[in-house]
Nanobody, 128 residues
Framework: QVQLVESGGGLVQAGGSLRLSCAAS???????????MGWFRQAPGKERVFVGA????????RYADSVNGRFTISRDNAKNTVYLQMNILKPEDTAAYYC??????????????????WGQGTQVTVSS
């Protein structure tokens, strides 16, 4: 069973940066590279929405328009870890952030239903 654990959330002022990590366990390093890894976020009272994702090799990424140019996703398959670097944070980025794994997809998915495994989430709060 794949387990995903996010870390790195916290409180930051607008304009600041945070780096989230998501560590996968229960799978081998080779198997981890079979997954597209995605990041989603959910603000109170709102739906969980796509933030960005990275393919198995790290060679292809996709971002939501709201974060494009400010957020960067990367992965280290040797460490079974995916990262979300968040820069120029805004109050509207405040949410719980979740990482997710999509096994052997045809393409990078942006909808929650495509993802097979989810982490518990880490809270990001951006003060104005």
């Amino acid at each position: 069973q794949v387990q995903l654990v996010e870390s790195g959330g916290g409180l930051v002022q607008a304009g600041g940066s945070l780096r989230l990590s998501c560590a996968a366990s229960g799978i081998s390093g080779i198997t981890f590279s079979s997954y597209t890894m995605g990041w989603f976020r959910q603000a109170p009272g709102k739906e969980r929405v796509f933030v960005g994702a990275i393919d198995w090799s790290g060679g292809d990424t996709r971002y939501a328009d709201s974060v494009n140019g400010r957020f960067t996703i990367s992965r280290d398959n040797a460490k079974n870890t995916v990262y979300l670097q968040m820069n120029i944070l805004k109050p509207e980025d405040t949410a719980a952030y979740y990482c997710a794994a999509d096994y052997l997809p045809w393409t990078i998915a942006t909808v929650t239903s495509n993802y097979d495994y989810w982490g518990q989430g880490t809270q990001v709060t951006v003060s104005s």
